[in-house]
């Protein structure tokens, strides 16, 4: 009962400085667009494509693995479970059930089951800080603007680079287990069914897979976070932005986490078959 009643305080709290948060948000908010879009880059050496470097994603992913961690190590699991644990083993078996629907092999569930619950668990933390307020760091003409609540907080899903780095590691391992499942020569096979006519479909196929992957996410997130500046910029960063935050932040943001996962195990164990 003790426990219920800290807990239930504890989220009121957190809901009423998200409120308050929002609403100095009205005072302090610029009514310009500036930056808008823009990503805070860093070059080394000769610059170029692999001479860049976004700080702000390397520190929020570094952010939310740590918080994933101080999660997973305030999780006490004992007989008779709490609500937290109920929880977590709730989405556990769920994320199982589905692993053991989709994967034929055996062998490679365990590894998909950890693979896909990985990915849902950086993600769908990623995407609820992109629904609180926080500390947003866009380039300007004159520098680097740093501000306080008048947008959330950034999130790594924003970030192509992050995004695209994800669906290339499904795609390789989805490829190297079902070469080791079926053996390389009725992997290579697989190419050409039904007939060697379709060899180019069936590549275009597979390259589509991460390029599809990656884009989808990137799409939601980083589209619904321009569409809410936008709106709070027509509306003069009155209250609702909060609202709006919450929505594409905690609600679209974990059903993308969820979609991602989902086409992860998908796509293992449609060349599991």
Do not use: C
């Not at 993600?123 to 609820?128: P, R």
């Not at 992109?130 to 003409?141: D, H, R």
């Not at 069914?193 to 390259?207: F, H, K």
């Amino acid at each position: 009962m003790l426990k219920e009643k800290k807990l239930k305080n504890t989220i009121i709290l957190f809901f009423a400085l998200y409120v308050i948060l929002g609403i100095v948000n009205v005072f302090t908010s610029k009514s310009e667009l500036e930056g808008v879009g823009q990503r805070w880059i860093v070059e080394f050496g000769n610059g170029g494509f692999l001479g860049q470097i976004n700080p702000m994603t390397v520190l929020m992913s570094g952010l939310i693995i740590l918080i994933i961690i101080l999660f997973a190590k305030s999780v006490k699991f004992e007989r008779i479970p709490g609500r937290k644990q109920s929880i977590v083993e709730l989405m556990l078996d769920y994320f199982w059930e589905l692993v053991e629907d989709s994967v034929p092999d055996q062998k490679y569930r365990k590894p998909t089951f950890v693979i896909s619950m990985s990915l849902f668990l950086f993600i769908g933390f990623a995407n609820i800080l992109s629904g609180m307020p926080g500390i947003s760091v866009l380039p300007t003409n004159s520098g680097l603007s740093v501000q306080l609540f008048t947008d959330t907080w950034y999130t790594p899903t924003s970030d192509l680079n992050t995004n695209l780095t994800f669906a290339l590691m499904v795609f390789i391992i989805s490829h190297v287990f079902a070469a080791k499942s079926k053996g390389v020569g009725k992997w290579l096979k697989s190419f050409i069914e039904p007939n060697p006519i379709m060899l180019p479909l069936n590549l275009i196929s597979e390259i589509a897979k991460p390029v599809s992957h990656s884009l989808r996410l990137f799409g939601n997130i980083m589209g619904g976070g321009i569409l809410v500046l936008i709106i709070s910029y027509m509306l003069k960063y009155f209250v609702i932005p909060i609202f709006l935050w919450g929505f594409f932040g905690w609600f679209v943001g974990l059903i993308q986490a969820f979609v991602f996962a989902l086409l992860s195990i998908a796509y293992i164990g449609s060349l599991l078959e």
